[in-house]
């Protein structure tokens, strides 16, 4: 292979810029798989891990892929290539006299030539023209991007660098066969050989959701670290900011003590703009939001971004994450239009410059869908967290515990569209994920049995729902302060049971916990807050108070119409609970008014045949009726009938 790299080189350098060709082409097959793959990548960079044979003639390419459409299995692609020899050191040759076939020109391109994805024309199902163009070598990103990674690799010890490269791209068990050949070559006291391969050992472990391996290897490096630390200041900062990660990773506070560590080490070593100081400041910003303080998340994202948009380029990866890390912010303060923006940005940036099955694509693609999802999008939302299952399904990381929250999102989105033993599915798969790679009182688990408690709920099964609260309190106390936020989901989620069983005085308390913490750890205007204060406001209705009802729904709305976009379906629940308090007041109305606003969100949000939207069409038609307008009233009552017609069930309308 080096032998033909070289003679292409040569080649090359034998012919001028003008007698290069401007256009060439390439008739190929595709798996479906492999295709979905590139369309994902549009826009993109694509590099062939071969020598990549064209032809100068179009109708030879053409014709080469359109016989490939007689195997069904196979997407037909005909790739036209654009070349620019004068602003490219790429090595190709154009072999008109060395080929075989003397009727075609063929020009072949080195291996691992890259490509950037151009314009694709669908010809028919299963046949597509795309067109690639050679990258430029004055494409200032891509050139600072190469750059960038290539100082990340670190000193050149032996083949560490492809191992580091090797977690960048996802592939972890291939990393981990290197770093063990590595270390069984490499003598005691070969210190700084040591602590790089132990150090990638324990990332490896970390990324896999191995986090006592990981642990155990970052010791190891310590040990040595410890030997001579005046030598070894900074990679022992390095270290300590690993195991920060894996503490955080396990839901555990000594986070903190490790992150703060590192941070320590490298504002005495280094310049205040070093990319080192952004990935401390991105730890701690994680840390911060996962025990609940988002204000301090807020500061230490903004320091990170600061940092970066003067150390890093503009698609580096690490840039993505951080937009990634900020939407993930705005959205659990109820900002979800701005939440969108850095989740799209993050998008664009991994897609021109990670491989479209990489882990962190899959993470992206989860954070959109659980965005549309709280957003009332609920096929979108589907779609998204589907994408980010399918990715780590195929890319060997089916037990990681990032496959178990893609299965729970999967289980949000169906419990949400009311298929309850679907997302019962999906939460007993991530549950099995969880069991099998995290510790018995990781937070993650006692997330996942609330969302089996609250379908439970949905059921009506109120045993076996509170069971499933208790069984998430039980780990919450031992991993978290009594106000954090997820303290306050799960009071919620307890005093939902109590409302429901209709011990009303004991829903009040706990929604009342819920409140407090919310208070305290949230904007003012964040949509948590409007759901705490209109649950207070339903048990109120339920004890008959109605001043203090209506006072609560009021405060709900107002937070909602500040933080939601107008067409979310928590409104159309304000809208109608309060339409229900006006119609017991004979506030007929106004009543109507409310609950029109609430049909109209739900006709938008909602499949046909919701429940919410079939209740709305039933409580709308018994308006008219008690406004003596019996046409509409009959209107909405047909719509309603329709819905328990398609059910089987007989619906009498005693009112008529």
């Known amino acids: 292979m080096r032998d033909l790299h070289q003679q292409i080189q040569k080649l090359r350098a034998e012919i001028s810029n003008d007698q290069c060709p401007r256009t060439t082409y390439r008739g190929q097959g595709m798996l479906s798989a492999e295709f979905e793959k590139l369309q994902i990548n549009s826009g993109g960079l694509l590099s062939f891990n071969n020598f990549l044979s064209t032809s100068t003639d179009r109708q030879v390419a053409f014709c080469f892929a359109e016989s490939i459409k007689q195997d069904k299995s196979m997407i037909a692609i005909f790739f036209r290539i654009e070349i620019d020899a004068s602003l490219s050191s790429t090595p190709f040759a154009l072999l008109k006299d060395t080929t075989q076939f003397t009727m075609e020109e063929e020009l072949l391109f080195s291996m691992h030539t890259i490509f950037r994805i151009g314009q694709m024309k669908k010809i028919d199902d299963q046949f597509w023209e795309i067109e690639l163009r050679l990258t430029n070598d004055k494409d200032e990103l891509l050139a600072y991007l190469t750059d960038y990674l290539r100082e990340e690799l670190g000193p050149k010890i032996g083949w560490l660098p492809l191992g580091h490269l090797l977690i960048k791209i996802g592939k972890f068990d291939q990393a981990a066969e290197i770093c063990n050949q590595l270390l069984a070559l490499t003598a005691e006291n070969n210190w700084e050989w040591l602590i790089a391969i132990y150090n990638q050992l324990g990332v490896i472990h970390n990324c896999k959701g191995q986090f006592q391996q990981a642990l155990s290897f970052y010791q190891k490096s310590i040990e040595i670290l410890e030997k001579d630390i005046s030598l070894y200041r900074q990679q022992l900062a390095a270290v300590y900011g690993n195991i920060g990660e894996v503490y955080r990773n396990m839901g555990d506070s000594k986070a903190f003590e490790f992150y703060q560590k590192a941070l320590e080490i490298q504002e005495n070593l280094l310049p205040p703009n070093h990319p080192h100081l952004a990935v401390s400041y991105n730890n701690i910003a994680l840390a911060y939001k996962l025990f609940g303080n988002t204000s301090k998340a807020h500061l230490y994202y903004q320091k990170t971004l600061e ?350």
């Open 307 to 656: 940092v970066q948009e003067k150390s890093l380029p503009s698609n580096h990866p690490e840039v993505a994450t951080t937009d990634s890390n900020l939407g993930a912010l705005y959205q659990e303060i109820g900002n979800f239009t701005t939440a969108l923006l850095y989740y799209q940005k993050a998008l664009e940036v991994k897609k021109k410059t990670l491989p479209p099955d990489h882990p962190s694509m899959a993470i992206t693609y989860d954070n959109i869908g659980l965005l549309y999802r709280l957003m009332g999008k609920y096929s979108d939302a589907l779609c998204f967290s589907q994408k980010a299952l399918q990715i780590h399904t195929q890319s060997a990381l089916s037990n990681h515990p990032d496959t178990a929250i893609f299965h729970i999102n999967i289980g949000e989105t169906q419990r949400e569209m009311e298929d309850y033993l679907a997302a019962l599915s999906s939460y007993e798969n991530a549950l099995n994920i969880q069991r099998n790679s995290l510790r018995p009182n990781h937070p993650d688990l006692a997330a996942t049995y609330s969302s089996i408690g609250v379908v439970y709920e949905c059921m009506k099964k109120y045993t076996d729902a509170l069971s499933s609260y208790h069984q998430s309190q039980e780990i919450y106390k031992e991993s978290f302060p009594s106000d954090h936020p997820h303290m306050a989901t799960l009071y919620n989620n307890i005093a939902g049971i109590h409302y429901a069983m209709k011990d009303y005085s004991t829903a009040l308390q706990f929604y009342q916990k819920t409140l407090k913490i919310r208070k305290k750890s949230a904007f003012s205007n964040h949509p948590g807050l409007a759901t705490a204060y209109n649950n207070i406001a339903l048990v109120y209705g339920a004890l008959n108070n109605k001043s203090k009802e209506l006072f609560f729904y009021e405060k709900a709305l107002k937070i909602q119409k500040e933080s939601l976009p107008p067409r979310h379906p928590d409104l159309a629940v304000t809208y109608s609970n309060m339409g229900a308090l006006y119609r017991e007041k004979n506030d007929y109305s106004k009543a109507l008014s409310l609950y029109q606003n609430a049909c109209e969100i739900q006709e938008e949000s909602l499949s046909a045949n919701h429940l919410c939207l079939v209740t709305t069409y039933s409580s709308i038609a018994e308006l008219y009726f008690f406004m003596a307008d019996y046409s509409m009233a009959l209107t909405f009552f047909k719509k309603t009938l329709l819905f328990f017609k398609s059910k089987g069930f007989i619906y009498l309308y005693p009112l008529l």
